[in-house]
C-alpha cells in the first residue's frame, strides 16, 4: 500500500517513509492511495491491542509484524492503567470515550505513545543512522504527551518549548518533571507563537544542521500532521463501536455517530478513516469552541482564517489553520490541483471556497456546531448535576454542539479528549466553587467535591522536583539541539 502528497499525486512512498518524513517536500500532506477494509464483525470480541494491530498492519503493511505487535503492547499496556479505549456511560442516549487515561492525561498519549517507536523503526527500515532529535514548540498539551512518548526511546532525543508563564502549573511540571536522560526542556520567554517561530527556525538553519550533522544528530518534528501520528487514533473509533455492539446498544452494522472536540481536525479525521476502513461510523460532528473556523467551513464552503483569534478554556482548540482538514479535502475532492490552489489562495489571501459538490460530499459524513464559553461552562455544571458526570473544557464543547444538534436517532459518542482534573480550576469555578490558587489545592478540591480520583499521573506531580527550569529567548533556541 502505498502513500502520496495532498500536493502532488505523483508522489509515491511507503508508510514509513511518510512517517519518516512527516510532511510531503511539496508541503503537502501524505494520504493513504486507497483505503483498507477491515471485517468489523470478525473483529468482536477482540482486545484494544487486537484490533489496534489489525489497523495499524492495514495501513503500515511495510512495517515487521512482531516489531508492530511489541510496539502496541509497549504504547497501551501500563501506561493506560488497562483503559485504553475506556467508553463511560453518561446517560441513556451518551457514552463518553474517554482518551484520557495515558501517561499525561489527554488524547495525544494515543498518538504520541506509539508515533515514537513508528518513526525509530522507519529510521532503520531506511537505512538511516546516527540519532533523532525531536524539537517540539507547545502551548501545553503536545509537549508533555510527546516528552512521555519520546523519553527513554533509543535513538531519540527530544527538547520541549514552551512559552514562560504561557502554560498552567500542572501542563508546566507534566514537562519540567521528567527525569529520561534523553528529554530537555525550556521556558522560553514570550508567548507560543514566539517559541514556535524559534522551532521553525531552527528547522531551516543550515549552520545547525550542518554541526548536528558532525554530531551523526538529524532533526525531526513530532508534528500532528505526521501520519504516524493519525494512525493510532483510528483505532478508538473500531474499538468503541465493537463495544457498542457487545453490549447490545446497538445492532452490528448500524451507524453510531460521534462528537468529537476539534483543534487541528485530527481526531476527527481519524473516524474519517475509521469510516473508510468499514466501521459504521454514522455522522462524525466536529464541535469547535469560540474560534469557529471549521463549522464555519462546514456550513458554507468557505474557510476563513483571517479573524479574531481568542484565548478560551479549551486551549488546544484554539486554532485558526486546522492543518488535516487538507486531507479531507484531498480525498473528496480526489485533486491534488485543487487542493493546491486552496492551500495557495489559503496562504495568501487567508481563505479559499470549495464547490459545492465538494462541500455536499463532506457533508455526507460531517456535521458541525460551536459553543461560547459561557455554554461550556453551563454544560460542565448540567452534566454534571444531571448525570453525574465530571466533564473537562474540551469534552464540554463536544456535549453541547451534541446537544444543540439533536440530530442522532440512536446513541452517540462523545469523543472525551482530557481529564478534568486537568483542568480542576476551571471546572470548580464552573461548578460554582471557589477555585484555590495552586494548581494541587483545585485538584484536591475538585476531588472533594466531585467523589472522584485524579489520574495519578497528575496528582503525583506536586511530590516530584523540577528538573528543568532554564528560561532562554526565542533567538538561542537553535542552540539547545546541540548541547545534549
Ligand atoms: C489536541 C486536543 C484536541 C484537538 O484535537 P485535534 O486532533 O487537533 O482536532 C482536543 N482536546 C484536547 C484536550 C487536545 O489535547
Not at 495515558?102 to 546516527?130: H, I, N, S, W
Not at 463532506?362 to 454544560?379: L, Q, S
Not at 494548581?439 to 484536591?444: D, P
Request: charged letters at 20%.
Amino acid at each position: 500500500m502505498e502513500y502520496t502528497s495532498t500536493r502532488d499525486c505523483g508522489r509515491r512512498v511507503s508508510s514509513a517513509e511518510a512517517i519518516l518524513t512527516g510532511l510531503s517536500p511539496d508541503g503537502g500532506l501524505f494520504v493513504p492511495l486507497e483505503i483498507p477494509r477491515i471485517d468489523i464483525k470478525a473483529l468482536a470480541g477482540k482486545s484494544y491491542n487486537e484490533v489496534a494491530f489489525a489497523v495499524l498492519h492495514a495501513f503500515l503493511p511495510d512495517y515487521d509484524e512482531a516489531f508492530l505487535t511489541r510496539a502496541i503492547h509497549q504504547s497501551y499496556g501500563e501506561n493506560f492503567d488497562s483503559k485504553a479505549g475506556h467508553l463511560a456511560r453518561v446517560n441513556e442516549r451518551t457514552c463518553a470515550l474517554e482518551l484520557w487515561h495515558g501517561p499525561t492525561a489527554a488524547f495525544k498519549d494515543y498518538a504520541l505513545q506509539l508515533m515514537p517507536k513508528l518513526l525509530v523503526e522507519a529510521r532503520r527500515m531506511c537505512g538511516e543512522k546516527g540519532e533523532t532529535v525531536i524539537l517540539v514548540a507547545t502551548s501545553g498539551d503536545t509537549g508533555s504527551a510527546a516528552l512521555a512518548g519520546f523519553g527513554g526511546v533509543d535513538g531519540t532525543k527530544i527538547a520541549a518549548f514552551y512559552p514562560a508563564g504561557g502554560v498552567s502549573e500542572l501542563q508546566r511540571l507534566q514537562m519540567t518533571t521528567r527525569t529520561d536522560r534523553n528529554v530537555a526542556v525550556y521556558g522560553v520567554s514570550g508567548n507560543f507563537d514566539d517559541a514556535q517561530r524559534g522551532v521553525k527556525a531552527a528547522f531551516v538553519d543550515p549552520v545547525l544542521t550542518e554541526k548536528l550533522a558532525v554530531q551523526g544528530k538529524k532533526l525531526s518534528s513530532a508534528n500532528s500532521i505526521n501520519w504516524g501520528r493519525l494512525a493510532p487514533q483510528i483505532v478508538y473509533y473500531a474499538t468503541s463501536y465493537l463495544q457498542f455492539c457487545a453490549q447490545g446498544t446497538i445492532s452490528c452494522g448500524q451507524p453510531l455517530d460521534f462528537c468529537v472536540p476539534t483543534g487541528n481536525f485530527g481526531d476527527i479525521m481519524a473516524g474519517w478513516y475509521a469510516k473508510k476502513m468499514g466501521v459504521p461510523v454514522g455522522r462524525l460532528l466536529c464541535a469547535s469552541n469560540r474560534n469557529n473556523v471549521l463549522s464555519e467551513f462546514l456550513s458554507t464552503g468557505t474557510y476563513n482564517a483571517k479573524r479574531t483569534f481568542y484565548k478560551t478554556s479549551s486551549p488546544s482548540m484554539d486554532i485558526l489553520v486546522s492543518s488535516n482538514l487538507e486531507r479531507l479535502l484531498w480525498h473528496e475532492s480526489g485533486s491534488d490541483a485543487q487542493v493546491r490552489a486552496w492551500m495557495d489562495a489559503l496562504a495568501k489571501q487567508g481563505e479559499y471556497t470549495v464547490p459545492t459538490n465538494v462541500l455536499a460530499a463532506i457533508k455526507e459524513t460531517f456535521a458541525c456546531g460551536w459553543a461560547e464559553e459561557e455554554t461550556v461552562f453551563a454544560e460542565i455544571k448540567s452534566i454534571f448535576a444531571r448525570d453525574g458526570y465530571l466533564c473537562d473544557p474540551h469534552t464540554a464543547v463536544a456535549f453541547a454542539v451534541l446537544e444543540e444538534d439533536g440530530q442522532s436517532q440512536g446513541p452517540a459518542v462523545v469523543v472525551s479528549t482530557a481529564s478534568p482534573f486537568k483542568f480542576s480550576g476551571q471546572v470548580l469555578a464552573a461548578l460554582g466553587h471557589a477555585a484555590p490558587e495552586s494548581a494541587f489545592g483545585a485538584l484536591r478540591a475538585l476531588q472533594d467535591i466531585s467523589g472522584q480520583i485524579a489520574p495519578r499521573s497528575l496528582a503525583t506531580l506536586a511530590d516530584k522536583p523540577e528538573r528543568f527550569q532554564e528560561i532562554i529567548t526565542p533567538a538561542n533556541i537553535s542552540q539547545m539541539p546541540l548541547r545534549f
